[in-house]
């Protein structure tokens, strides 16, 4: 199916539907981007949700997968100075202080990270059966392709006392943020910081945990469909000319 939206023509093609699903969520695969353009692009995308609520339309729940250029950010809980974001910068990576929850975090090539942009009350309306679906979802994912992941105390999910997926999440009406799962990252950005703020763990990669190379390619299938299953959602993916099955 075909949809004109201005100058754009976006191909619609359902990707997963659970037998229960009641709603409709658009994938968009970014590719790679830069952390500033997908930020400022996730918070357009939240106001169109909100008016879409307003005005009593269809939200356009969306999901948004992306590979960053190498990039540390921080949650609200931001504890580094001046001096740490000029240092961290000189390592070759950018450096921003977000509104999401959580501490400083990593992101970069190799590392699958998906922003679901959701009218949070259609889903259910709490932040913490939100960050626990996020959570299993991940935690399927990985068993999907034969990694034993689990939660812990911590926020995220982990793999014995090593994290393989980052949850920060913003918003308790519409949401942005959200996780990022580290397929075959280069780890030694996470030796600079102190990852998500906790002190002696470890972090992994499905790569590590495989002993084979796992792109992020091979990876996103198994994410979608564990998403359509938690979700109970139909996963819609809208594809444009920057965009690529």
Known sequence: ?????????????????????????YVQRLMQMNYKSAWDYQKKIAAKVQENVKMKKEPCHTLLLVEHQPVYTTGIRDVYSKEDEIRLRSLGADFYRTNRGGLITFHGPGQMVAYPILHLASFQPGI???????????????????????????????VG????????????????????????????WFQNIVPCGIPDKGVTTLSKELNRNVGVEEVVPHFLKAFADIFQCKLVEELNENNTL
């Open 1 to 25: 199916m075909l949809l004109e939206t201005g100058m754009l023509c976006v191909l619609l093609i359902k990707v997963y539907s659970p037998k229960m699903a009641q709603k409709t969520v």
């Open 128 to 158: 913490k059966w939100y960050v626990c679906a996020l959570e299993r979802t991940i935690i399927r994912t990985c068993r999907s392709l034969g990694v034993l992941a689990n939660t812990s105390p911590h926020t995220g999910v982990w």
């Open 161 to 188: 006392d090593s994290k393989i997926c980052a949850v920060g999440i913003q918003g308790r009406h519409v949401t942005t943020h959200g996780i990022a799962l580290n397929c075959n990252t280069e780890l030694h």
